[in-house]
């Protein structure tokens, strides 16, 4: 490691505000483009899971095969 | 060739392939995000004339790179749509947008950051700064178009006419430094040579460049496999998909 200790690496000779801050606002920015999708993906198929079990096993709407 | 084409066309296959394809793609992505993040925040010299600012090179040229070249797909995804009216293309072009426009506030927003201790301001009105706005502004017009239209055809229709003619915008990008002048310094890496960087710092940031293009290519997957069951969501295979519970 380049820093002699993690309080300096925190530190960075004043600019580990700057730094650490653009880290972390990326990191939630990665988190949600990728959690973001997957939930929606999640969600929808729950509420078609739903949707299905209410209907009796029979999809409300036309069902096509593919 | 085409039958290629053809698979591409096919929502259970592409969905299937991508599900594939994510359950290593997304593993190692992360690590290589994680281990390049560590290894030039970390384990790199500072900058002989920045000092430690400069760190955040790490993340904020791999998302500007990446957004750029994501505008690129956006744009052919959509003249895709356009030309041979495949379906799969415009579900593409709607994916990349929310990424693409993430990747550009995370490139706007660090480098606003970077500018504070370096330059001495947040924000300066210069070439550089202002065409990355745009590029934003135009991923979230992509975002916006299509939820402004009831008609999903005619909403990608508008969307891919869009990014088509927002393409103009990043050749502008790529050469604002070097046809105005600006606060913001010219490329450190050429492809013809000449690269400005030292291999120390060359290194984590080209493995941060390729852990962001496999970031965009992770997200853009998990955008389209939502985006085709809701699309598909009357079809026989969505609805078995859907009663067995979990995600392919």
């Keep these: 490691m380049y820093f002699e ?17 653009a880290y972390l606002i990326t990191l939630g920015a ?20 739903g949707q299905i079990r209410r209907s009796g096993g029979k999809a409300p709407g036309a069902v096509k095969e593919v | 060739m085409w039958s290629l084409f053809h698979k591409f066309g096919s929502p259970p296959w592409l969905y299937r392939l991508s599900g594939s394809i994510l359950r290593w793609l997304l593993p190692i992505t992360i690590i290589a995000l994680v281990a ?33 070249a994501g505008y690129y797909v956006m744009a052919i995804a959509g003249a895709v749509s356009l030309i041979w009216r495949m379906k799969m293309a415009d579900v593409a072009m709607r994916a990349c947008a929310p990424i693409g426009a993430t990747l550009t506030f995370i490139a706007l927003v660090t480098g606003s950051i970077w500018g504070k201790p370096t330059w001495g301001t947040w924000w300066v009105w210069d070439a550089r700064i202002t065409s990355m706005l745009i590029l934003f502004f135009l991923y979230l017009g992509v975002v916006a178009l299509y939820e402004a239209y009831e008609n999903k055809e005619l909403a990608a229709k508008a969307c891919a006419v869009l990014s088509l003619v927002g393409t103009v915008n990043i050749p502008i ?10 606060l913001h310094q ?10 400005t960087i030292d291999p120390s710092m060359l290194y984590p940031l080209l ?24 699309r598909e969501q009357r079809t026989a295979w969505v609805r078995r998909l859907a009663g067995s519970g979990e995600p392919d």
């Design chain 1, 30 to 49: 990665i988190v949600l483009i990728l959690y973001a999708p997957r939930r929606r993906e999640k969600r929808f198929l729950r509420q078609l899971e």
């Design chain 2, 36 to 68: 390049g993040a560590v290894w030039g925040v970390l384990f790199t010299p500072p900058d002989f004339r920045q000092g430690n600012s400069y760190r955040i090179i790490y993340i904020h040229v791999p998302a500007a790179v990446v957004a750029l």
């Design chain 2, 207 to 230: 493995l941060m460049i390729v852990a962001f293009y496999a970031l965009f290519t992770c997200a853009l997957l998990l955008n389209m496999r939502a985006e085709i069951l809701q």
């Design chain 2, 186 to 195: 010219p490329a450190s890496i050429k492809f013809t040579g000449g690269t």
């Design chain 2, 173 to 182: 990008i790529y050469k604002s430094v070097d046809w105005w002048y600006s």
């Design chain 1, 5 to 21: 200790s993690m309080a300096a690496a925190l530190q960075m000779d004043g600019h580990g505000a700057f730094v650490w801050s």
